[in-house]
């Protein structure tokens, strides 16, 4: 298949200078070619752009996407002033979501992912990060791995899975927290290694979830078996998350809210990105990291969705840079950067991110014909066109 897009407003991404007219030929799943003189050739779908915003397909690169039940019924509790923790110490928060997730089948909870990923493409998601991480024991944990495998097979964009062993603990089983941190290490671990070598590992550090020192058990023992590591670090409290990540040489550091100034400067000195989540504050608790400290200490902000039925349930990434802009004082160009070519280079991917000839064409075309009315416009959907891998796989306006 061949498209070619007319007469559009592309930003590149990266810090690349915008082109206000320009075209594109894509070829497989390839950009061809971008320019100001890139003619069509025989055959291509031709696809008339009149001046609109193209630029690379948002690549959302910290989700918890995967999940059964709903926690609309804690969140009427925190309307009333029950916090997230309260909630969490009480049995419900994350583990209301381990029963769930528990009760159903690989094959239910592998639809449920597809449907929620439709909804990302809609909005100009085309890369997408998920998490296992409500099935707390071996069983679950693979089974929620598998789904995620399944449904990416049957996602026309890419799903990078995560197995985020560290979550919760489980203490409904009767054993104690050490007993329960060594099963995850010494069972579910290699299980995990055995089935999805090189599977990136996630710990969250935080009260009533997992311990610094066991968060460091786990991504040392995840490092040592040759897999890649990423840590939720000072959502609600400073533990030293930070300083644990930089001494493992994370992948990222997520969240950072509770973080002070020293730390990010050296979480940038360190050449770690920060993958910052504002829906989570404008949901939970009204606060937010201080992702303008990051960028200005020379670190890299990654902005990513959170999408989860707890803390942050949204799949928008519109929405997610409307938020970037309000709250965390980012520069347009840098919350385009902060969707699409920084997240990209977090997951590994250097084949998109960015508008180049050679990469892969996954896109997104906006309704607008000013890459500033991404942030500056809330609710709604903004996106007129979404193309994965060289394919139209949603249509707005456009016929």
Same mark, same amino acid.
């Given at each position: 298949?061949?498209?070619?897009?007319?007469?559009?407003?592309?930003?590149?991404?990266?810090?690349?200078?915008? !082109?206000?007219?320009?075209?594109?030929?894509?070829?497989?799943?390839?950009?061809?070619? #971008?320019?100001?003189?890139?003619?069509?050739?025989?055959?291509?779908?031709?696809?008339?752009? $009149?001046?609109?915003?193209? !630029?690379?397909?948002? /690549?959302?690169?910290?989700?918890?996407?995967?999940?059964?039940?709903?926690?609309?019924?804690?969140?009427?509790?925190? +309307?009333?002033?029950?916090?997230?923790?309260?909630?969490?110490?009480? @049995?419900? =928060?994350?583990?209301?979501?381990?029963?769930?997730?528990?009760?159903?089948?690989?094959?239910?909870?592998?639809?449920?992912?597809?449907?929620?990923?439709? *909804?990302?493409?809609?909005?100009?998601?085309?890369?997408?990060?998920?998490?296992?991480?409500? =099935? !707390?024991?071996?069983? *679950?944990?693979?089974?929620?791995?598998?789904?995620? $495998?399944?449904?990416?097979?049957?996602?026309? @964009?890419?799903?990078?899975?995560?197995?985020?062993?560290?979550?919760?603990?489980?203490?409904?089983?009767?054993?104690?927290?050490? *007993?329960?941190?060594?099963?995850?290490?010494?069972?579910?671990?290699?299980?995990?290694?055995? &089935?999805?070598?090189?599977?990136? /590992?996630?710990?969250?550090?935080?009260?009533?979830?997992?311990?610094?020192?066991?968060?460091?058990?786990?991504?040392?023992?995840?490092?040592?078996? =040759?897999?890649?590591?990423?840590?939720?670090?000072?959502?609600?409290?400073?533990?030293?998350?930070?300083?644990?990540?930089?001494?493992?040489?994370?992948?990222? /550091?997520?969240? +950072? &809210?509770?973080?002070?100034?020293?730390?990010?400067?050296?979480?940038?000195?360190?050449?770690?990105?920060?993958? /910052?989540?504002?829906?989570?504050?404008?949901?939970?608790?009204?606060?937010?990291?201080?992702?303008?400290?990051?960028?200005?200490?020379?670190?890299?902000?990654? +902005?990513?969705?959170?999408?989860?039925?707890?803390?942050?349930?949204?799949?928008?990434?519109?929405?997610?840079?409307?938020?970037?802009?309000?709250?965390?004082?980012?520069?347009?160009?840098?919350?385009?950067?902060?969707?699409?070519?920084?997240?990209?280079?977090? !997951?590994?991917?250097?084949?998109?991110?960015?508008?180049?000839?050679?990469?892969?064409?996954?896109?997104?075309? #906006?309704?607008?014909?000013?890459?500033?009315?991404?942030?500056? &416009?809330?609710? =709604?959907?903004?996106?007129?066109?979404?193309?994965?891998?060289?394919?139209?796989?949603?249509?707005?306006?456009?016929?």
């Amino acid at each position: 298949m061949s498209l070619f897009v007319r007469d559009a407003r592309v930003v590149p991404g990266d810090g690349t200078a915008v !082109l206000p007219r320009a075209s594109l030929r894509i070829a497989g799943d390839r950009i061809a070619a #971008l320019g100001v003189d890139v003619a069509p050739a025989p055959g291509d779908t031709i696809v008339d752009a $009149r001046g609109r915003v193209v !630029l690379p397909g948002f /690549v959302d690169a910290h989700t918890h996407a995967l999940w059964a039940g709903d926690r609309i019924d804690e969140w009427q509790r925190r +309307l009333r002033g029950e916090s997230y923790l309260q909630i969490l110490a009480a @049995g419900g =928060g994350i583990l209301a979501t381990v029963r769930a997730v528990r009760a159903a089948s690989e094959d239910q909870l592998a639809d449920g992912l597809l449907r929620r990923l439709g *909804h990302m493409l809609r909005e100009g998601t085309t890369t997408v990060e998920v998490k296992s991480g409500y =099935g !707390l024991s071996t069983e *679950h944990e693979l089974k929620m791995l598998r789904a995620i $495998r399944a449904a990416a097979r049957a996602f026309p @964009g890419t799903v990078v899975p995560t197995a985020l062993l560290g979550h919760a603990v489980d203490r409904e089983t009767g054993r104690d927290e050490r *007993h329960f941190v060594d099963t995850v290490v010494a069972e579910t671990l290699p299980a995990v290694h055995a &089935e999805f070598p090189g599977i990136a /590992v996630d710990a969250y550090c935080e009260d009533r979830a997992w311990s610094l020192a066991d968060c460091r058990r786990l991504l040392e023992a995840a490092r040592a078996l =040759g897999h890649p590591v990423r840590l939720h670090a000072d959502q609600f409290h400073r533990l030293g998350g930070v300083d644990l990540a930089i001494a493992l040489g994370a992948r990222s /550091v997520d969240h +950072l &809210e509770a973080s002070t100034a020293e730390d990010l400067a050296r979480l940038a000195a360190a050449g770690i990105p920060g993958v /910052v989540m504002p829906v989570a504050g404008f949901h939970t608790d009204g606060r937010y990291a201080d992702a303008r400290a990051l960028i200005d200490a020379g670190g890299q902000v990654v +902005l990513a969705s959170n999408c989860n039925p707890g803390s942050s349930p949204t799949s928008s990434m519109p929405f997610v840079v409307a938020l970037a802009r309000r709250q965390l004082r980012l520069t347009t160009d840098e919350a385009i950067d902060a969707v699409t070519t920084n997240p990209a280079a977090l !997951l590994g991917l250097e084949d998109r991110g960015r508008v180049a000839a050679g990469l892969r064409a996954d896109l997104v075309m #906006l309704r607008h014909h000013d890459e500033r009315q991404l942030g500056y &416009e809330l609710g =709604g959907n903004p996106v007129d066109l979404t193309i994965a891998g060289g394919s139209i796989v949603e249509r707005g306006s456009i016929g």
